[in-house]
């Protein structure tokens, strides 16, 4: 068998989310909490034009859940804890020499390096729920991995990040070579691109410590879609000049060299908590479609739809994604795709 997880570009059959519930990550008060519903629900109701989507709704939840999403989205009542579904659901990929036949990574979640805060346990075992219910096999993992911590091409490159897969809570005994054995054993990568970091704000109490698909995303084969902050006055105008110059050095697994795309970030540099990582690149890229983060302003929102719109060669919509970052993510984060298995490619 050789697995093969496809770019994102790719034909879907259906989107994977999971809704918000009682915790940490929803947070305190009734109206900061109904944020994230609607942030949750829009970001469903928008990838519902372009393709089935199933939620994953914990039984405290299933009213509210239908409630907000009628009959566009498909639910599936399962106990959560958490509900960034990119993480620990199925990463899936397909076999190319055995058509029709889907597999489902199973990763070890442990929400993040395991900090006090986190709650995981339960959510950590969504992966077999979906992959039993999709018909998927399941390809058990001995990696601690987030979905949210690779980006592929689809033709044998994923790139990483020093700071995730080398985490000492994560993955303690784990070096570069050993990470990128599972990445060909599971995603059928056979280049390895190591990022050194993500974004400033995924290093706070709340972050994924180097998520790259804030930071970075495989437009297609050979080109690469990656965050720029203009403002010197934020710290990661340092970090994306780096990333910049780092990347312009790399090739792909076909030896290409890459093409860089710059996505600038929104002007708004600061919230309550510090600098923020407001980013474009965490869009999810659906059939025929793109679904971008918003943050209110309406130049740069419009400026970055072009860009995804140009680089993809599809329309993009946005929803306003401000609420998911406040709780430590975005659009991609809280997404999971599940590839065509008729005529993938």
Same mark, same amino acid.
């Given at each position: 068998m050789g697995w093969r997880m496809p770019h994102e570009g790719a034909q879907h059959d259906r989107t994977w989310m999971a809704f918000p519930r009682a915790g940490v990550t929803l947070g305190d008060g009734a109206e900061w909490q109904e944020t994230a519903y609607r942030a949750w629900s829009d970001t469903a109701l928008a990838i519902a034009e372009f393709e089935p989507v199933t939620m994953v709704v914990d039984p405290t939840e299933i009213d509210r859940a239908t409630r907000m999403l009628g009959s566009a989205v498909e639910i599936v009542?399962?106990?959560?804890?958490?509900?960034?579904?990119?993480?620990?659901?199925?990463?899936?990929v397909i076999d190319d020499a055995r058509p029709g036949v889907l597999g489902a990574v199973d990763w070890i979640f442990n929400g993040w390096g395991a900090p006090a805060w986190a709650q995981w346990q339960v959510s950590a075992g969504i992966a077999r729920i979906i992959a039993e219910r999709v018909g998927a096999e399941l390809i058990s993992s001995v990696l601690v991995n987030e979905g949210g911590g690779i980006h592929v091409d689809g033709e044998g490159t994923v790139l990483l990040t020093d700071t995730v897969q080398l985490d000492p809570n994560r993955n303690p005994y784990a070096d570069k070579a050993r990470v990128e054995?599972?990445?060909?054993?599971?995603?059928?990568?056979?280049?390895?691109?190591?990022?050194?970091?993500?974004?400033?704000?995924?290093?706070?109490?709340?972050?994924?410590?180097?998520? +790259? $698909?804030?930071?970075?995303? =495989? @437009?297609?084969? %050979?080109?690469?879609?990656?965050?720029? !902050?203009?403002?010197?006055?934020?710290?990661?105008?340092?970090?994306?000049?780096?990333?910049?110059?780092?990347?312009?050095?790399?090739?792909?697994?076909?030896?290409r060299p890459l093409e860089i795309i710059d996505v600038p970030a929104p002007r708004e540099l600061r919230d309550d908590e510090g600098f923020v990582d407001?980013?474009?690149?965490?869009?999810?890229?659906?059939?025929?479609?793109?679904?971008?983060?918003?943050?209110?302003?309406?130049?740069?929102?419009?400026?970055?739809?072009?860009?995804?719109?140009?680089?993809?060669?599809?329309?993009?919509?946005? +929803? $306003?994604?401000?609420?998911? =970052? @406040?709780?430590? %993510?975005?659009?991609?984060?809280?997404? !999971?795709?599940?590839p065509s298995v008729v005529g993938a490619r």
């Open positions: 009542e399962s106990p959560l804890d958490e509900f960034w579904m990119r993480d620990f659901g199925p990463t899936f054995a599972e990445m060909l054993r599971t995603l059928g990568a056979d280049k390895a691109i190591w990022l050194p970091r993500g974004l400033t704000r995924d290093y706070d109490e709340f972050g994924t410590r180097g998520h +790259v $698909d804030i930071v970075a995303a =495989f @437009a297609g084969p %050979g080109r690469v879609l990656l965050h720029r !902050q203009d403002d010197p006055a934020h710290p990661d105008h340092d970090v994306t000049r780096d990333l910049h110059a780092m990347l312009q050095q790399q090739t792909d697994a076909a030896g407001w980013s474009y690149i965490n869009h999810l890229v659906v059939n025929d479609g793109i679904v971008a983060c918003g943050f209110g302003e309406e130049k740069a929102d419009a400026r970055a739809r072009e860009i995804l719109e140009e680089a993809y060669g599809r329309r993009a919509v946005t +929803v $306003d994604a401000r609420p998911i =970052f @406040a709780r430590g %993510g975005g659009i991609h984060c809280i997404t !999971q795709q599940q």
